[in-house]
């Protein structure tokens, strides 16, 4: 089974709006964490923001927050206020174990933000 | 800020020659990870070390790849003989490897296009 599943090849949303990429992940270790990254067309990966998963609340930086749902395994990315800059590819990760190194990632989104 | 160094940027080269990739983790990162990323295939891990060790290099073709870490400050990826199929973009990426818990995020490198004719 897939660790991480984003089901959404391609979304678009207006300038302004605000939109939400899907992440469900499969784990059965109490402890991990989740994370968000952006790949823009210039083809770095940017961290963006991380939920943990004995955290109460939901994470938020800026614009980006997580809404984390952890009986259902999500582990969405909204972003608040789309701007045209962030049109990338966003892949959402995974960390399990107490000792776990390796991310696990999904395939992605690509996210279109029109003008 | 501190970041992942890769090098070279681009690489284009014949097929059958050898290709070496490089990476410098951020100082004080025990973790380094290798990562391929086509269209069709995504993002894959390649292999990754921690204190310098290989923990996990199921990921790479064992015939043709090799990735190797001499020193803290120096991770390498070689692929001998190069094929086609090996066109790709090749991430190195670091981090402080401190188990699932840990908010410390991997952090990568602006990668190597590499093309393989």
């Known amino acids: 089974a897939q660790k991480i599943t984003q089901t959404q090849p391609g979304m678009f949303v207006q300038e302004k709006e605000a939109v939400t990429l899907d992440c469900t992940y499969d784990?059965?270790?109490?402890?991990?964490?989740l994370f968000w990254y952006k790949q823009p067309s210039s083809g770095e990966m940017i961290f963006l923001i991380y939920?943990?998963?004995?955290?109460?609340q939901n994470a938020t930086e800026g614009r980006y927050s997580l809404n984390f749902q952890k009986a259902r395994k999500s582990a969405n990315l909204v972003i608040s206020a789309s701007q045209l800059g962030d049109s990338a590819m966003y892949f959402c990760?995974?960390?399990?174990?107490?000792?776990?190194?390796?991310?696990?990632f999904g395939t992605g989104t690509s996210l279109t933000v029109i003008p | 800020d501190a970041r992942v160094t890769q090098t070279p940027r681009h690489k284009v080269t014949e097929m059958g020659q050898e290709v070496t990739m490089r990476c410098q983790p951020i100082?004080?990162?025990?973790?380094v990870f290798w990562y391929r990323q086509t269209m069709m295939q995504g993002l894959e891990l390649l292999a990754y070390?921690?204190?310098?060790?290989?923990?996990?290099d199921s990921g790479m073709p064992k015939d043709r790849f090799s990735a190797e870490m001499p020193d803290a400050t120096l991770a390498t990826l070689k692929i001998q003989p190069s094929e086609p199929r090996d066109s790709a973009v090749y991430f190195c990426?670091?981090?402080?490897?401190?188990?699932?818990?840990?908010?410390?995020?991997?952090?990568f490198g602006d990668g190597t296009r590499l093309s393989i004719l």
């Open positions: 990426a670091s981090g402080l490897g401190t188990g699932g818990r840990s908010n410390q995020p991997q952090h």
């Open positions: 990760a995974m960390r399990e174990g107490y000792t776990g190194n390796q991310f696990y």
């Open positions: 070390f921690r204190n310098r060790a290989p923990l996990d």
């Open positions: 784990t059965s270790d109490p402890s991990y964490g």
């Open positions: 100082l004080g990162h025990n973790t």
């Open positions: 939920q943990g998963s004995y955290d109460q």
